[in-house]
């Protein structure tokens, strides 16, 4: 029987430089022999970008926290039936720029939907399912905001104020300090090498 594959994911504000960052630990499992599977959220699999369109799109009627919750949690099922969970089965890494924990970040600790009924979610959608390991891209939000507005990135998730890019920065660490087996807070306020330098340092020592 072949092994289980590993979940990698990588969590943070905006601007924190995820998805460049995703690329290369795609790259370094890649150059280990391993076959990777690169992939997003909300998103990854074609029914979950349809859901992940809706969900960032504005809408004139508003979009309540737990639509926007129920959301995230359907596209997160389309995406773990049609990608991760095949791709873990084959014993593929899979690399998912966001998941479960930007879920507790953004509707949980920055809309207040109550951590409870984020753990009735997870549970009902992932089961045991967790990922191995989880970089939280770690960045001051006044910085990251600039960083999301300089590349010009206008979904309404990009307009919050600080106070949320605050709430859900503080969520993210105050998961990482709960969960140190799993995740591994990286100082994404320096540049895009020594980030870089920092997460193969984790990657190494962890996997
Ligand atoms: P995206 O443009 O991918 O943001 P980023 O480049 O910062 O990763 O937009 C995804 C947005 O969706 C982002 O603002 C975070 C938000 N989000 C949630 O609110 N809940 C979730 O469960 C996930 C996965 C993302």
Redesign the pocket.
Known sequence: MTDYGRLITLEGG?GAG??TQARHVRDWLVARGRKVTLT???GGSPLAEKIREVV?QDWAEGVSPQT?LLL?FAARAAHLQALIEPALAAGQDVVC???VD??YA??GGGKGVAETHLQALERFVLGDLKPTLTLVLDLDPASGLQR?RQRG?V?R??EHDLAFALRVRNTFLARAARDPGRCAVIDAGVGIDQVRSQIETVLEQRL
């Open positions: 905006e995820k998805s997003r959220e909300p960032l926007e995230m720029d966001r998941f930007s879920s953004y509707q999301a990135e979904n998730f990009e």
